[in-house]
């Protein structure tokens, strides 16, 4: 198991809520990573940091936005949850050490907005 | 921009078979890696072959790649009812951002006891 956390595990949440999902990790990695995954479907990179004070848009347009204030520390906010944002979000890291890096996941939270 | 297309889409099989899934991709790559996904949970990284690697090994998987026909395949031999899970390929392509990603769709392993 990667020493990558993801809170909360599990979020049903109205409509217009501003919602943080929170995600950690202890392994000291610059690299972070947001994906969007539905079920059964692919991962869609919907954000990036590459260390401190650093954070890019992905491949996937995304109404949310992530911080990087820590190194270990990568929350993605909904400024107002939508039942389109309904999805799997996982989080990951990897370091910068190469361009062979591979990417340790958190186990994922699951956001059903009504 | 989806760039790994596993197939099959689902595949189900007896333990103590071999399952082989394959992926094609469409540009140029610097690495090709297999992750695999239990259901519900993150992700967990396989095995990662170079673009220069035309075969590797990691206990029961074996990965193949072929640069020309930009194509990959994942065996897993002797399955067992543990390895039931999803299994994506992801490229890392030639001149990209340093480490991102693109992952296939994915093939649904189911391994029956």
């Known amino acids: 198991e990667a020493d990558i956390y993801q809170t909360p595990r599990y979020l049903v949440i109205g409509t217009g809520k501003k919602i943080t999902l929170e995600c950690s990790q202890t392994?000291?990695?610059?690299?972070m990573y947001w994906y969007q995954q539905d079920p059964g479907m692919e991962l869609h990179l919907i954000h990036y940091s590459y260390g401190v004070n650093s954070t890019e848009k992905g491949d996937l347009s995304s109404e949310s936005t992530v911080s990087r204030i820590r190194t270990e520390h990568f929350p993605l906010t909904l400024e107002s949850a939508r039942p389109s944002h309904t999805s799997q979000y996982l989080c990951?890291?990897?370091?910068?050490?190469?361009?062979?890096?591979?990417?340790?996941f958190g186990p994922g939270t699951r956001l059903l907005v009504l | 921009s989806q760039q790994g297309e596993e197939d099959p889409q689902a595949l189900s099989i007896q333990e103590g078979e071999n399952a082989t899934m394959n992926c094609s991709y469409k540009t140029s790559i610097n690495n090709l890696q297999w992750y695999r996904q239990n259901s519900g949970r993150g992700l967990v990284h396989l095995i990662l072959i170079r673009s220069n690697e035309r075969e590797k090994h990691s206990g029961r998987l074996r990965v193949t790649l072929d640069t020309s026909k930009k194509s990959s395949s994942l065996l897993i031999t002797a399955s067992r009812a543990a390895d039931t899970a999803s299994y994506f390929c992801?490229?890392?392509?030639?001149?990209?951002?340093?480490?991102?990603?693109?992952f296939g769709k994915g093939t649904k392993l189911s391994v029956k006891p």
């Open positions: 992801a490229t890392e392509n030639y001149g990209g951002s340093q480490g991102n990603l693109i």
């Open positions: 392994m000291g990695h610059d690299k």
């Open positions: 990951a890291s990897s370091t910068l050490a190469g361009v062979e890096e591979t990417q340790y």
